[in-house]
């Protein structure tokens, strides 16, 4: 069944005094109803509308009349609509072997390729849809199509990295008759749900708020797939680490989770009260790596990598800092920012997240007992002691990520 309806509104008019010295051409314009952010498994919408217009004859120098046109109509032979995914690799950081994978790309038999116009790899591509042929549109009038996609949930999420991109967008094709055929670009971004729990991790779940609906079912497809992983995310489950050197404790860090959603905030607990190494202050980053399997490294002369360290590109995101000399207990608050990508991996790339801590301890102990006026040392033998803590990043309700990204989720062309 086709996934397309048309619709003709005749209505505004242009003075004819000023359409004596402006040629008629058509212009097209998509809009995606549901917004610019998409999950992996949802079905994508997008209104295109082409419209016979004017403009003076300087806008277009590659307008050619036809006979329509002489008779107040324009032509527009054939549109066509898909969604492509483009991978583009740093050849710096990681092997060019994605090229033999590019078989995945479907051959299909139209005038227009999903690789036109690309300058990375499309590694994916859906069947491309016919929105028109021949579409004859009087003068002043324009006709609306509605174009829908579901996306395949076993897709990469959309990723701008160092070491490697993902990107997606909605092609759409068009030849005006008499004229060169033309590409209008609407840029997507995908969200997966690659890092979803396992079923029976799913069955502790309990909801307790009684404005909930009870006795929610969930399966291994995941009927409510966001209501789950807010669930999950939501619910709390405290764990203390106690952070150690050669001299002793340090200080006891309590996090309530390991699994935050984008734009959540990163929130725990440090104690100093029994420490027994003085901490005069810290520092906390939220980072991601970019962590290339061993296979697909590269380094200068072409060979693989196995140096420590080569497999992963780190990118530091949100910092808390504080001096904490004499404190018993403080907090700390990290935002996760709403445009990076949630943790995903590939065969190609994994991305994963981290809590760099940085620990700044005094080699003695500093005395505070009896002493009722406090003067710091004038100096202090000091050394940093450096740790990392994984956590894992989940995608949120495609809605946010619009609303607070502003994103475009919408183009016009002319022909």
Request: proline share 5%; glycine share 6%.
């Amino acid at each position: 069944m086709n996934s397309w309806y048309s619709k003709y509104t005749y209505g505004f008019s242009i003075n004819d005094k000023h359409k004596r010295n402006q040629d008629k051409m058509i212009e097209v314009s998509a809009r995606l109803t549901g917004g610019p952010v998409y999950f992996t498994g949802d079905k994508i919408s997008c209104r295109v509308t082409f419209c016979n217009t004017h403009q003076t004859s300087k806008s277009h120098l590659n307008y050619v009349q036809t006979k329509d046109s002489a008779d107040g109509r324009e032509v527009l032979g054939w549109a066509s609509a898909q969604v492509v995914c483009i991978c583009s690799i740093n050849p710096q950081k990681v092997l060019d072997s994605i090229s033999k994978s590019n078989s995945m790309v479907m051959n299909n038999s139209t005038s227009l390729s999903p690789r036109a116009g690309e300058r990375g790899l499309v590694i994916f591509s859906t069947k491309p849809k016919i929105l028109v042929c021949d579409l004859r549109l009087p003068d002043d009038t324009y006709a609306d199509y509605l174009y829908e996609e579901i996306i395949p949930s076993n897709l990469p999420p959309s990723f701008r990295g160092q070491a490697i991109k993902y990107s997606y967008k909605l092609k759409i094709g068009l030849q005006r008759v008499g004229a060169s055929v033309k590409l209008l670009h609407v840029p997507l971004r995908l969200m997966t749900w690659q890092r979803l729990p396992s079923s029976q991790d799913e069955q502790e779940v309990v909801v307790s708020n009684p404005f909930l609906r009870k006795n929610i079912s969930v399966n291994s497809e995941f009927d409510d797939p966001l209501e789950t992983m807010q669930l999950l995310t939501s619910r709390r489950s405290p764990s203390v680490y106690k952070v150690t050197n050669s001299r002793g404790k340090v200080v006891s860090l309590c996090l309530f989770k390991t699994g935050y959603r984008l734009g959540e905030d990163i929130v725990g607990t440090l104690d100093f009260g029994d420490s027994q190494v003085s901490c005069t202050q810290y520092s906390v980053t939220l980072q991601s790596q970019e962590v290339v399997p061993e296979k697909k490294r590269f380094r200068i002369g072409g060979h693989q990598s196995n140096k420590p360290g080569d497999e992963s590109v780190v990118t530091s995101y949100s910092k808390h800092h504080e001096f904490c000399v004499g404190f018993l207990q403080t907090h700390l608050s990290l935002p996760v920012p709403l445009h990076v990508t949630q943790s995903f991996d590939t065969d190609m790339i994994a991305l994963k997240w981290r809590l760099h801590f940085e620990f700044v301890t005094a080699v003695t102990a500093l005395n505070w007992s009896g002493e009722t006026a406090w003067e710091p040392p004038t100096v202090m033998n000091i050394e940093t002691m450096v740790w990392d803590l994984p956590i894992i990043i989940h995608p949120t309700a495609p809605t946010h990520v619009s609303k607070a990204l502003y994103s475009i989720c919408e183009a016009t062309a002319l022909l």
